[in-house]
């Protein structure tokens, strides 16, 4: 599957907050947003036109977007995906992208970003109910139990990680067993403990133009 692979931080810059796309970094006085919050390029400084309708939409759904990791054709789906669903669709947008392998790692706190977390998917060093599962997207279920294989239980990665994010703290819907280095979803998540600041109905409104 495609992904970035360019700078992140300017991604950051441009939106003018934190993604944490970074981990550790995003934490220290070495942010770029803590050095210099301004959009990346040469006229960065200018001074920048107000956004308004269309503009405020798009910077919404590029906040998610970088956040979690998706380009533009798979993050489309998802909003498909959502679109069919009952319930509210902004909602069950990020409801999927929180369900993501790689984003359930990096909120167990095996991973310091979802970067590293989307790498160690990859390189097979997680099983999800105690099949490996290699597939960053792969969509996790209630019930289902995330654990570092034990082959990889003793990756510094994955421990230098866990020690780092200890004050970061685990989300409501999943428990952690830290040393079996496992995790529970426990249910899906609400919007309540899905601590993204964005207004996700702007999204809506803008794919449903």
């Known amino acids: 599957m495609a992904r970035y692979i360019g700078p992140v931080c300017r991604l950051c810059r441009r939106e003018g907050m934190k993604l944490f796309l970074k981990g550790e970094r995003c934490y220290t006085d070495k942010c770029a947003i803590e050095k210099r919050n301004v959009p990346p390029g040469q006229h960065g400084r200018a001074r920048r036109q107000k956004i308004v309708g269309y503009g405020i939409q798009l ?7 970088r956040t979690y990791g998706v380009l533009e054709n798979q993050f489309r789906r998802y909003f498909e995906a959502a679109d069919r669903q009952k319930g509210i669709t902004g909602e069950l947008l990020l409801q ?4 993501r392998l790689d984003n359930v790692t990096y909120r167990l706190g095996f991973a310091t970003s979802r970067a590293q977390a989307r790498q160690l998917v990859r390189h097979g060093h997680f099983t999800v109910n105690g099949r490996k599962v290699d597939i960053p997207s792969y969509p996790v279920r209630v019930g289902d ?24 703290g685990i989300p409501e819907w999943l428990l952690l067993d830290a040393d079996k280095k496992a995790g529970t979803v426990s249910s899906l998540p609400t919007r309540e403990q899905i601590n993204l600041p964005v207004q996700e109905q702007l999204i809506v409104e803008l794919y449903s133009k």
């Open 59 to 65: 910077r919404e759904k590029q906040k998610v977007k």
């Open 96 to 99: 999927a992208l929180e369900r």
């Open 145 to 168: 139990t995330v654990a570092v294989r034990p082959t990889s239980g003793e990756n510094p990665t994955i421990g230098h990680a866990m020690e780092e994010v200890k004050g970061r």
